[in-house]
Every structure is written in structure tokens, then in C-alpha cells.
């Protein structure tokens, strides 16, 4: 990942996205050469001067101060994810001139007490993944509601892989194009956060030579995270489920996410859970009865 030319891109698209008009400017009518705001009238209604804006715009942040940057997030009305992803980029720059340890590794597996903790969470599909997406554990109805993306995948199974290059997300997402604007804006996110993720750069390489769509996403710089929503899906098995997830930083597995569904009582989407829990259940037992059993004889 480059830092600077991550600052620059990001700052110029978001002040694309925001016209004169919505940041409370009078509009003199006329041609503009670009679209949305100036430079210049950014660094006036963030109260820095022109030249000072232009040389962070360039990708320039040594020495920026937080203030700076709040006043340049309240310019461009950046939401909380967008506020988070700037304060990043600008952290990752300035440890770049001035090396520092570098962040762990992201955890590609969980604790055995964790595992346990969610294999107990039997009426609620779980499914526990790391910034970069891969799907790190689940308990046995996340397994299930997930079975398109996890059976016969290559590990690392990861969730944008499947996204861009598995046909059958393209049934399994009821909204694909939400989920993988969704998928992008995530990891770009995690980028700025682990600007030295060498898997992550790899990911990222790999999904922008295989996917146009991918590539276009990310250059659009859209950043979101991954707490709360709805994930429409078609299963297989039972049909349309519209469930509602929250998504859980796990202190004790620093680096993974906990995410947990559910559906409303009584929905067809709950009865659609119940009906794939019991399945689940059913082909965990006719796992145990193929295996062999011990010869007493």
C-alpha cells in the first residue's frame, strides 16, 4: 500500500463527492473544472490556509495535527468510518518517516475457549473473520447459513474472494452489488489501518487482476465499517433468510471480529433459521453414523 498516494486519492474523492451547495457555499454559477469543491475552498471552510490543505492533498501529513484533521473532516463531512479511515492513513504516513514496530500479524485462527464460547451460541449462526476477510471460525449453524462460500474452498476461505470470483455469490447475496460495494469499503478500511499487511496487499493485487468490478471499487477509495446491517441471502436449502447481524471485536483474540445473526420471532426468516439449525443437526448425525465403529467382537 502506498500511504501518500492513498491520502491523496482519498482526500480528492471524497472532495468530489461534496458540492458547493451542501457545504453551505454560495454558488456564483460558471463552469467548474472539477467536480464538487475547490482545494481552496476546503481549506477555507476547514480555517487553514490554501497552500497548507494542497501539500496534504499531495499526501504531505508529516507533522499534521488532530486538529487539522478534524477541521478538515468537518469540511468534507466525513462520516464516522470516513473520520477513522483519515486519521489511519495520516498514522500510517507518519510512522513510515519515522519507523516504528509494526502491528501483529492478523490471527488466522481462535483461542480454544473462544471456540468453545461460540460453539455454546447454538440458536445464532457465528461466524468470526479477521480485517482482511478470511473466515476464521464458526459455530455450527454459521458453518451452515455459510456453506456456499465455506465448503470446497481453498483456505484461506475469505469472503471477497468469494464475492468477486465465485458465481455462486451472485445467488447467494440477494444483493450482490450492496454486498460487494459493502466487501470493498471494508477492506479499504482495513488498509488503512494495516498499511504493511503483505496478505492483504496480496488479496488486493489478486482481486483487482481477476475482477474489473473489484478494481473499480476500490479506486472509488469508499470506506464502511463492518458493525451492524441486514445480509439478505438465498439458501440452498431454505430458501430467502433476511437476518440481522452485529459484528464484535474480540478482546481476547485481538485482530478478529465476531459476527452474530439473527432474525426477528416469528419472521419467516426465524422459522427459515429453525428449519437450518435442525438440518445442520441432522447432517452432523449422519456424519457420525458413516463413520466406523469399533469391532467388539
Request: aromatic residues 6%.
Amino acid at each position: 500500500m502506498d500511504t501518500p498516494d492513498d491520502i491523496s486519492e482519498f482526500l480528492t474523492s471524497r472532495r468530489a463527492k461534496l458540492s458547493p451547495q451542501q457545504a453551505g457555499l454560495p454558488d456564483f454559477g460558471g463552469r467548474r473544472r472539477v467536480p464538487g469543491l475547490r482545494r481552496e475552498e476546503v481549506a477555507l471552510i476547514a480555517g487553514m490556509s490554501s497552500e497548507y490543505y494542497k501539500r496534504l492533498e499531495r499526501g504531505n501529513a508529516t507533522g499534521v495535527s488532530e486538529a487539522v484533521l478534524d477541521g478538515i473532516s468537518r469540511a468534507l463531512q466525513l462520516d464516522e468510518a470516513e473520520h477513522a479511515h483519515l486519521y489511519a492513513l495520516v498514522r500510517a504516513a507518519n510512522a513510515g518517516a519515522h519507523p516504528q514496530r509494526r502491528r501483529p500479524a492478523r490471527l488466522s485462527q481462535l483461542s480454544p475457549a473462544m471456540q468453545q464460547t461460540i460453539d455454546a451460541m447454538s440458536t445464532v449462526p457465528v461466524f468470526v473473520q479477521n480485517g482482511r476477510l478470511d473466515a476464521v471460525a464458526t459455530n455450527r449453524l454459521g458453518r451452515a447459513l455459510f456453506s456456499e462460500m465455506l465448503d470446497d474452498a481453498r483456505p484461506p476461505v475469505n469472503a471477497a474472494r468469494f464475492v468477486f470470483l465465485d458465481q455462486r455469490a451472485q445467488t447467494f447475496y440477494r444483493d450482490w452489488e450492496g454486498m460487494a460495494r459493502q466487501i470493498v469499503a471494508v477492506l479499504r478500511a482495513e488498509a488503512g489501518r494495516s498499511p504493511h499487511d503483505r496478505q492483504l496487499s496480496d488479496l488486493v493485487g489478486e482481486l483487482s487482476t481477476r475482477s474489473d468490478l473489484f478494481g473499480k471499487l476500490w479506486g472509488a477509495h469508499d470506506v464502511r465499517e463492518h458493525r451492524t446491517g441486514i445480509k439478505s441471502v438465498h439458501h440452498p436449502v431454505v430458501g430467502d433468510l433476511d437476518l440481522t447481524f452485529q459484528g464484535m471485536d474480540l478482546s481476547s483474540d485481538r485482530g478478529l471480529q465476531m459476527l452474530v445473526f439473527s432474525a426477528e420471532p416469528g419472521s419467516p426468516s426465524h422459522d427459515g433459521l429453525q428449519l437450518l439449525a435442525n438440518w445442520a443437526e441432522h447432517a452432523v448425525l449422519q456424519a457420525d453414523t458413516a463413520k466406523p465403529g469399533l469391532d467388539l467382537g
